[in-house]
C-alpha cells in the first residue's frame, strides 16, 4: 500500500552529478528504511546506500565519499546525491522503502520503478 515515485536520473559525463529522489505515498503507519538499490544489465542489484528512519547510514564502498543519501520524513522522499559520477556508476537505480523495522540491510518491501543513470566517459 506504498506507492513510490523516482525522479532525477539522466544521461551525464563522467564528473557531473545528479540527484535522484523517491517519494512514498499510500497507506502506510511509518516509512522505516529508505534506500536506493542499482543494476547494471546482466548483474545483480546491488545496495548502494540505506538510511534509517532516523538518519543512519550505510553505503557501498564503491560510492563511499561520492554519494550521499538524506530523507526528508516530513515530505516521506529519500534523496541520493551523486557527485563525480564515473562511468561504471551507469545502472537503473531502484528506490526502496520498508514499512517494518527491519535490520538496515534487508532489502524493503517496496520498489520504486527505476530510474536510469548513465554517465558517459
Known amino acids: 500500500q506504498v506507492q513510490l515515485v523516482e525522479s532525477g536520473g539522466g544521461l551525464v559525463q563522467a564528473g557531473e552529478s545528479l540527484r535522484l529522489s523517491c517519494a512514498a505515498s499510500g497507506s502506510f503507519f511509518s516509512i522505516n528504511n529508505m534506500g536506493w538499490y542499482r543494476q547494471a544489465p546482466g548483474k545483480q542489484r546491488e545496495l548502494v546506500a540505506v538510511?534509517?528512519?532516523?538518519?543512519?547510514?550505510n553505503y557501498a564502498d564503491s560510492v563511499k565519499g561520492r554519494f550521499t543519501i538524506s530523507r526528508d520524513n516530513a515530505k516521506n522522499t529519500v534523496y541520493l546525491q551523486m557527485n563525480s559520477l564515473k562511468a561504471e556508476d551507469t545502472a537503473v537505480y531502484y528506490c526502496?522503502?520498508?514499512?517494518?523495522?527491519?535490520?538496515?540491510?534487508?532489502?524493503?518491501?517496496?520498489w520504486g520503478q527505476g530510474t536510469q543513470v548513465t554517465v558517459s566517459s
Open positions: 526502496n522503502v520498508d514499512d517494518e523495522n527491519r535490520r538496515w540491510n534487508i532489502v524493503g518491501r517496496y
Open positions: 538510511i534509517t528512519k532516523g538518519g543512519i547510514t
